[in-house]
């Protein structure tokens, strides 16, 4: 199959700039262009798998720029309904893939554990840790009892859209207007929203007090 693009002739030109310098295997025949009908079969097959070899790699790399290139657009407000109509995708495979890249790239973390010397020691204490500085000066209902106030949100964590209202202090339908200005589809008030429309929220209602 023949490709008129130009873009495929250079990227084909720099594949066999790669291949043209393998062996197949390593040390044995060398490769020739798999065009070349005055070559062999044996190294016609080693440009071949030489041009493999350097098309996967190509992938591997187009991919990684792929990831920055979208992290750069959303960091500049772009729209996952802008993102998808470059890739020639769906808005719901760009979410996806944003979804497995931040899975992937995300630090798993590991819960600490205690040390014996974090314990006491002695009958009384066996099997139990020792308390920390902040619970021995609180008393036992003291100690008990959860902090007032609201929980603070975990960076990078969805907001659901009636929270966001009350936080602008606006009705659900005025944050769903914004959104769908944005040319995003949020179907309710209890739909979450992506930390990058949440920004983009913030300045959209910053500006307009």
């Known amino acids: 199959m023949a490709f008129r693009d130009p873009l495929d002739t250079q990227l084909r030109e720099i594949a066999w700039t790669q291949a043209s310098r393998r062996r197949e295997p390593p040390g044995g025949v060398v490769p020739a262009d798999p065009r070349d009908h005055d070559a062999s079969d044996e190294e016609r097959l080693a440009g071949c798998l030489g041009l493999l070899h350097a098309y996967t790699h190509m992938v591997k790399l187009l991919q990684r ?40 790239t995300q630090p798993r973390r590991v819960q600490p554990t205690a040390t014996p010397s974090d314990q006491q020691t002695g009958p009384a204490y066996a099997g139990r840790t020792a308390p920390s500085t902040h619970q021995e000066l609180q008393g036992p209902s003291e100690a008990a009892t959860p902090p007032l106030g609201p929980r603070p949100r975990r960076a990078g ?8 209202a009350k936080e602008f202090g606006v009705e659900s339908k005025v944050v769903l207007t914004k959104l769908n200005g944005m040319g995003e589809f949020v179907r309710s008030a209890s739909s979450t929203v992506e930390p990058s429309l949440i920004r983009r929220l913030r300045n959209e209602f910053a500006g307009s007090t």
């Not at 657009?73 to 309904?81: I, R, T, V």
């Not at 964590?157 to 966001?164: F, G, N, P, S, T």
């Open 65 to 104: 720029r792929i990831d920055l290139t979208v992290d750069a657009a959303l960091a500049h407000g772009a729209s996952y309904g802008q993102l998808a109509a470059v890739c020639g995708v769906s808005r719901q495979a760009v979410r996806q893939r944003r979804l497995r890249h931040d899975q992937q």
């Open 157 to 164: 964590a969805k907001v659901r859209v009636y929270e966001l």
